[in-house]
């Protein structure tokens, strides 16, 4: 695989992840919007169709990598002798050195609350006894650095709305940023890059505008990534997995304000929130425009 150049941020200019369609708005004058662009990808692994998923098909291969690694059909030392994507048929066949067979697993389904349905193969659960996350540090200055960063950055999201965003980010840095119609598969094409790129996970931070579900903390804490935050809210579930496995989950950040409901020790706060300026949407175009 060729070194991943980073930071890796969406590509607006790719085609087919929009459509310009023409309505009329609350007065019936006619109006022209960009509307995001579904499409189904079946995922492969060797000879065994494991999912279809709905996603916007930017980055299907990473997608496809990861979906197999937050499932535990891959397994960290696994070696892929090939990823292969056909647009036409669309599908990508995840080939591996190791032979699979993942029969029983599939007859074990959770749907998940994620925006576009999410699925989970097997016991949620699976993989997390056990489980130790690194004690690394966390500024807030990194943290209200990231919120103003990913906020403002050209996005599906600023365009034409109606799409989830996960940014991995090393201190106040983002390094990749994944956007897609559910949150899950933002996730899934983040872990893609990170196994494909042999990433770290132990020193990085995930950023998510969805909501803090036992989903997303499953899939950070399997993922190795010992902090996760968001601009929207927590499920009870979600913050009860959080603290049995040690993971910082930080949610409500708008602007100067957050909530911290687990791992609290380790945020060091040399930020003070009273010089830190609101987020509003307005803002976050306006500083759009500006990086564009």
Known sequence: MPSLQLPLLPDLARPGLTRRVTGHDQTGAETEISVVEERPLTIYLNRQEIVTAMTINDYPEYLAVGFLRNQGMLRADDILTGVDYDDEVETVVVRTKRQTSYEEKLQKKTRTSGCAVGTVFGDMMEGLDGLTLPQTQVRTSWLYALAHRINTTPSLYLEAGAIHGTVLCH???????????????AVDKIAGAMFRHDIPASDKILYTTGRLTSEM????ALMGIPVLASRSGFTAWGVEIARQVGLT?????????????????????????????????????KGAQGAA
């Open 171 to 185: 201190q106040d840095n983002p390094l990749i940023y994944m956007e897609d119609v559910g949150r899950h598969n």
């Open 217 to 220: 903390v499953i899939k950070a």
């Open 249 to 285: 989950v930080i949610g409500r950040m708008r602007g100067n304000r957050f909530v911290c409901l687990s791992g609290e020790s380790r945020l060091i706060r040399d930020a003070d929130p009273a010089t830190i300026a609101g987020d509003t949407r307005k803002s976050r175009r």
